[in-house]
């Protein structure tokens, strides 16, 4: 039987939210479970493997599969803190728990592939994350504490539009948004129809101001450019950040 050994741990940035307050921004010492990974140790210690971008072990890059050994000093960095670092290499393609319908809509208006239902379990989210190679996006550690889970994000803010900025900065998608290109409800791309199409779904009032409409082929709804669509314009505007 292998010994267990102590490590020297500390974590930056964001990642202190996750671990007890008395350790935060500061080193420590702990002992390590027996053949205990860095993964092992960092999620023991509160910290979902899917937000640790990178990892030092006695200042050198490492897994978070290395085994730890006597005496190593380990460093955890969020992505927010990695200013020079590529993208993550996370699908802009998402899942998103029971709690984070606005957030959700609003990843839509933008154009992002997003999977939401309140009625998701953890068991359902895991298995469309896997099976349709999406980030999970939640507010429950112990979700992206779960293996199966390749790319997730915790989403720290609580209003919709903050959470939206903050996993557009995180993820660098300012540049990659198509506005209105899917269905808010459905989650499927929009087709451009004519009027002529349309004209009986939509007010009469609407056939004499609009000339441009997009349709959801699986619910039958019709988009165009007004009160409604400049407020989320406004709002997706609003929300997203200054520079990529």
Known sequence: MKPSVTATFRFYAELNEFIER???????????AQGATAKHMVEALGVPHTEVALLLVNGEPAPLGRLLAE?????????????????????????????????????RMAGF????????????????????????????????????????????ALAPPDQFREIAVRLRLAARIKPFSLCLH????????ALADVIDRVPPSVRETQREF?????????????????????LLSSALPAHD
């Open 22 to 32: 008395s350790r935060r921004a500061a080193e420590f010492t702990v002992r390590c």
């Open 71 to 107: 005496g190593d000093r380990v460093a955890a960095f969020p992505a927010f803190v990695l200013l020079d670092a590529a993208p993550s290499g996370a699908p802009a393609r998402f899942v998103a728990d029971a709690h984070l319908g606005g957030l959700a809509r609003m990843l």
């Open 113 to 156: 592939d997003t999977l939401y239902d309140n009625a998701y379990d953890d068991a359902t989210i895991v298995r469309e994350a896997l099976e349709q190679q999406r980030t999970v996006l939640t507010r429950d550690r112990e979700l992206l504490k779960r293996r199966e889970v390749e790319h997730g994000c915790y989403v720290h």
């Open 186 to 193: 459905c989650n499927v791309a929009l087709r451009e129809v």
């Open 214 to 234: 997009r349709t959801c082929d699986r619910c039958g709804r019709v988009y165009w450019k007004g009160s409604h669509w400049k407020h989320m314009s406004g």
